[in-house]
């Protein structure tokens, strides 16, 4: 997960795969829930959410459509890295009852 405080990433939280599959993720809801207190009670709010798919492209599958049904307003970064290329692929998506439409990456670090 990634915390947000006006606009711009602040902070990322790693959440386990507890399906332990290559194939599709399933994430503790406590531990979801307890992620997302820490944030807000550090200035941020919850702004994007991030995987990686490491068989198929960066485009979200009807798995992660489905999963973000619960998250409406939330950006979903997806971290394509198949086996073989030496460069990931970062892509972002929001997700509106059911819609995928790709938005612009902001990498400015300053």
């Not at 997302?36 to 490491?54: M, N, P, Q, R, V």
Request: hydrophobic share 35%; glycine share 10%; net charge negative.
């Amino acid at each position: 997960m990634v915390a947000v405080r006006d606009g711009r990433a602040v902070s990322v939280h790693e959440a386990e795969n507890v399906a332990h599959s290559p194939l599709r993720f399933e994430v503790d809801g406590l531990q979801v829930h307890r992620t997302i207190e820490a944030i807000e009670d550090a200035g941020g709010e919850l702004g994007a959410i991030y995987h990686s798919h490491t068989r198929s492209e960066p485009y979200p599958s009807q798995t992660d459509i489905n999963f973000a049904a619960g998250w409406p307003g939330v950006k979903w970064l997806i971290v394509g890295v198949r086996k073989g290329s030496p460069d990931a692929d970062i892509r972002c998506y929001r997700i509106d009852d059911g819609r995928v439409s790709e938005i612009e990456l902001n990498h400015d670090h300053g």
